[in-house]
């Protein structure tokens, strides 16, 4: 359930979703059994139209977590495009290869184990399209990393940046006063920075859209 969008609105747009695969709901369906955070539908649905609109050849992904996102991006991507997915989680790897397989996607998705700090510095591309979806205290420094590698008219998107509602709010849960810290301090990063047409879309948990402008 969302908590950044009215319940009765959530509820509408579900009832209008139009997604046939199947693989899709198993990962959706997993992803809840487990306790795994996954990007929210709605907001997979709006960065797979960002993918067909800004046909990006190639993609980087920090936080691949069983590869939902991973997937969804994937299966948009034209020919000979490759997304290159970044993951620390040898539990969740171990899923994520499981569905990657399952999806027949594999050519097109290149999943690499490690903690993305240490990972991005080696990266031998440049990126059109950037989804950080990676632990809330590494924001900062992947997002700093993020703009090395993204290309001059590329774009960058952050998801949790309404953060279950907690980045507006007056009174926060114990547990998640540190994480709220580091997210409000990241949007003000976010949304100020020079090299970078910001935008906060009040979409799934609030996603960030950045398009690197110098
Ligand atoms: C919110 S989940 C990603 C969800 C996924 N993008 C999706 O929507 O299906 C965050 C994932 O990032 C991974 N992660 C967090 N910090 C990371 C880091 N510094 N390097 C690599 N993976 C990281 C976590 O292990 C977790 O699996």
């Not at 609105?9 to 693989?23: G, M, V």
């Not at 800004?54 to 000979?80: D, Q």
Request: charged fraction near 30%.
């Amino acid at each position: 359930m969302s908590k950044i969008v009215y319940a009765q609105q959530t509820k509408y747009l579900e009832s209008l979703r139009n997604e046939n695969d199947e693989l899709i709901f198993e990962i959706e369906a997993l992803a809840k059994e487990k306790n795994v955070p996954i990007l929210n539908w709605n907001a997979a649905d709006f960065l797979e139209s960002q993918i067909l609109i800004n046909k990006p050849k190639r993609v980087l992904e920090i936080g691949t977590a069983i590869a939902y996102s991973t997937i969804r991006f994937a299966r948009n991507l034209k020919k000979n495009c490759i997304i290159d997915t970044i993951e620390k989680s040898k539990d969740n790897i171990k899923l994520a290869k499981k569905f990657i397989k399952k999806s027949g996607l594999s050519e097109k998705i290149n999943l690499i184990q490690g903690d993305a700090l240490k990972v991005i510095p080696k990266l031998e591309h440049n990126y059109d399209f950037i989804f950080l979806d990676a632990d809330k205290e590494d924001y900062e420094m992947l997002f700093h990393y993020s703009l090395i590698v993204l290309k001059k008219g590329g774009v960058i998107f952050v998801d949790n940046l309404l953060w279950q509602g907690y980045a507006a709010a007056k009174s926060i849960p114990e547990k998640f006063i540190n994480s709220t810290k580091h997210i409000r301090e990241f949007n003000k990063l976010f949304m100020s920075n020079d090299f970078l047409k910001a935008t906060l879309v009040p979409i799934g948990d609030g996603v960030g859209i950045g398009i690197k402008i110098k």
